[in-house]
């Protein structure tokens, strides 16, 4: 591999949420504090899957993947076999209760020319970390990365607020926000309607763009050896979710209507939260569980992953907000049947080609009567597989973003 010029610096802006990994064995990647903890890189964030995935297909371009860690103490990193450097840095909570980093803020010389470096920001904000980046850094390159809805101060200022000094705070960082767009050479953002919200910010270039998927490794594969290999009974339906649980995500919704239904059918929960949030979800599923209706996986590999997408009958996603989700481009790429809320980048595909069952965030009542349907025998149209890959496969996505990192250099 030659040595590029011109590096990439992904910024994760918040810690690694250790809460959620507490009764998990630790990344393969970790190291002791002195105070007694740990600190660990799992090396499958957002700003890692891009690294990796650019560097598959162009050595145009040197990458790191830097990230705040309100445990670590001094600097910890670990170069990936295809050479990106994933860096932890020191980090300190903010009397605003923000996160920020005066180690990361002095990582790369003052004097270094604008033209090799590029910072890639993920957004939710433009206090805390990504602000001091920016006032660190403002001579370099800036491309910014919306993972969710684009949620911006505009948004809040017209909601109803009791408390008049939220309206002020959300005033402020509106005129804030508009100042550091002008620092940013370009946006990625996920679905055609963030795109109005950002034009009240931005004048900037604008590329719609979310993650991607390995379609080779989530492919269909015999459903039979699925089933039999997660010992699920052949004639049964089998719906299944993978997500994060918190309360974003609705699974608790789900649970509560599958909870009044009378088909038979199995739920499979794959994925963690906290273990008050996982405690919740399991005394809302006790019917279930006692009729044997539900089970929780816990979290799975993306090569264990592969199994229950094409073990299932039905993908389940009902998120408030999402980008993509990459759960449901999975799910989609071994050929499953989608049911899911009205947003992010997947329910739009799936719309325009009138596949899946697309519902309204909160319309629980037509989530009820649309599972019953289904689970009565009512087929869904499921979204051709090249479709799937000319979206969202990896090396088409990766693509799109080295194409923005050299027209931000340009």
Known sequence: MRKSIYKIIHIINHPPAYEEYGDKPRPKWNWDTPDGSWVGIWGYDWADQIANECLKISDEFEHEVWRPDLRAKKIYSHTFENGYTHRIFPAVETTSKEITSPEMLIALPQ?????????????????GLNKNIIDTYCRHRFVLTFHGEVNLPYNALFRMQRNPLKKIYYLKQHFL????????????????NNKTTLSNYYNGTLTKLTMGIDSGKFRTIDKKECRKKLNLAGDRKVLLTVSRLYDL???????EILNELNEDFI???????????EKYLNEKAKKLLNQNKIRFEGYKTSDELVEYYNAADLFIHVSKSEAGPVSIMEAMACGLAIFCTNVGNTAELLKENNAG????????KIWKQRLIEFLNGKSIYTLDIATVKKHYDWNNVAKKFLEIYKGVLN
Do not use: C, M, N, R
């Open 177 to 192: 926000a508009k100042q550091y767009f002008k620092f940013v050479d370009h946006i990625t953002y996920p679905s055609e």
């Open 357 to 364: 069952i697309i519902v309204g965030t909160k319309e629980y």
């Open 267 to 277: 739920f499979l929960v794959v994925g963690h939260g906290t273990s008050e949030y």
């Open 249 to 255: 995500k609705q699974v608790d919704k789900i649970i």
């Open 111 to 127: 004097e270094s020319s604008k033209d090799k470096f590029i910072f890639h920001l993920g957004y939710p904000h433009f206090i």
